[in-house]
């Protein structure tokens, strides 16, 4: 029974028939411990599920496909989507050894609900999955949030298109991630800049069983680019500071010249 359970964790995924999808390849993240988003306080208390956690962790990390589901109503604004990892299984072994190999969509695949239609922007989509251990009362939930929005560009009257992520467990905000559109169409997001003002995301759609919000994002910054902004102009610096004192070394070099040619005529004047 333990085994069947296991094979259970998360959420099982049947085929499903998407509309529009995407892949979202990870180009950052913040984490509270490294290396991980699930809490460490969770060690320890049931083999199974620290076994589970160290695949979702695993498999976290890596590009998410992102779906769309049919079945959205417009009329009750619920829009369902898919977000799974494109890594097939986790390499990570079981504390048995009969236990068989851990699949990435059981253990970090989430039904999502989205603000808007699936391929409207801004959007922001929610979901949830639960990994049980050997009791029920071992179960924890993890919460992800997917905020699609755009942000300034620093120095520019451009903006660029954004993907983050917000990790939730223990109603505390794990990690953030930074996502690119490596390949397909989704949440009306591309890659390129675009003039215009930022765009805030809506709120993620909210989860009863969360027992609380995910966090908001700010669109008024690019940070990524923040960093090279500042970046340039300490370089910019640098290199104003090096012409200056190299200008003002030439002059000082001039003028000793000019005062040691002033000298050598003033010798011969009184020699003669």
């Not at 320890?44 to 160290?54: H, I, N, S, V, Y």
């Not at 989205?114 to 239609?117: D, I, Q, V, Y």
């Not at 102009?233 to 640098?238: A, G, P, R, Y």
């Given at each position: 029974?333990?085994?069947?359970?296991?094979?259970?964790?998360?959420v099982l995924l049947g085929k499903t028939e998407a509309e529009l999808q995407c892949t979202a390849q990870l180009a950052g993240r913040t984490e509270e411990t490294a290396g991980r988003c699930t809490p460490t306080s969770w060690d320890?208390?049931?083999?199974?599920?620290?076994?589970?956690?160290?695949c979702f962790d695993e498999c976290f990390a890596d590009p998410y496909l992102l779906e769309e589901l049919p079945g959205a109503d417009?009329?009750?604004s619920y829009y369902p989507a898919l977000a799974y990892p494109t890594r097939e299984a986790c390499s990570i072994q079981g504390p048995e050894p009969a236990?068989?190999?851990?699949?990435c969509k059981q253990v970090a695949a989430f039904r999502m609900t989205?603000?808007?239609?699936f391929q409207e922007f801004p959007n922001a989509c929610s979901g949830g999955l639960h990994v049980q251990g050997h009791y029920a009362v071992a179960q924890k939930h993890v919460f992800l949030a997917l905020y699609a929005f755009s942000s300034a560009i620093p120095g520019s009257a451009n903006v660029r298109e954004v993907l983050e992520s917000r990790l939730v467990a223990d109603g505390v905000s794990r990690c953030a991630g930074m996502y690119r559109i490596a390949e397909g169409n989704c949440l009306?997001?591309?890659?390129?800049?675009?003039p215009g003002p930022a765009q805030l995301p809506p709120r993620p759609p909210v989860i009863p069983q969360m027992q609380g919000e995910f966090p908001e994002v700010n669109a008024a910054t690019d940070n990524g680019n923040d960093f090279y902004f500042w970046l340039a102009?300490?370089?910019?610096?640098?290199m104003l500071a090096g012409a200056t004192l190299f200008l003002s070394?030439?002059?000082n070099e001039e003028r000793r010249r000019l005062r040691d040619s002033q000298e050598i005529e003033i010798h011969s004047i009184h020699r003669a």
């Open positions: 029974m333990t085994v069947i359970r296991l094979l259970l964790l998360g320890g208390e049931d083999p199974l599920r620290d076994w589970a956690m160290k417009v009329d009750r236990l068989p190999q851990l699949l989205c603000s808007k239609a009306g997001l591309g890659n390129a800049e675009r102009v300490v370089v910019l610096f640098i070394r030439r002059r």
